[in-house]
Nanobody, 125 residues
Framework: QVQLVESGGGLVQAGGSLRLSCAAS????????KGWFRQAPGKEREFVAA????????HYADSVKGRFTISRDNAKNTVYLQMDSLKAEDTAVYYC??????????????????WGQGTQVTVSS
């Protein structure tokens, strides 16, 4: 099993920044693709960003492109999401997810086997 634990959420004013972290533990070998998703109240979980093992393949949702940056430190088994120029519509619970035994990035939540418990991000306008 793989355990994912997110941290770094909080309350921030519009235009501000936050950095989320996701630490992986357990049987992490092969969990090559890591992604971030978010879910706002009353809405479906949506893809935010994903990165492969080497960082050579990164994909962002159009809504966050140019504002969010995903990165990873494989030595620490940690993936990050730097969020800049935050907007009120970025308010959501943010989840870290992992896909195993593949280098292919997918944007569907159903393609990810492992999930963290989520961290709340609230952006005040």
């Amino acid at each position: 099993q793989v355990q994912l634990v997110e941290s770094g959420g909080g309350l921030v004013q519009a235009g501000g920044s936050l950095r989320l972290s996701c630490a992986a533990s357990g049987r992490t070998f092969g969990t090559n693709v890591k992604g971030w998703f978010r879910q706002a109240p009353g809405k479906e979980r949506e893809f935010v960003a994903a990165i492969n093992w080497s960082g050579s393949n990164i994909h962002y949702a159009d809504s966050v492109k140019g504002r969010f940056t995903i990165s990873r430190d494989n030595a620490k088994n940690t993936v990050y999401l730097q969020m800049d120029s935050l907007k009120a519509e970025d308010t959501a619970v943010y989840y870290c997810a992992a896909r195993s035994l593949t280098e292919t990035i997918r944007t569907g939540a159903y393609d990810y086997e492992y999930w963290g418990q989520g961290t709340q991000v609230t952006v005040s306008s």
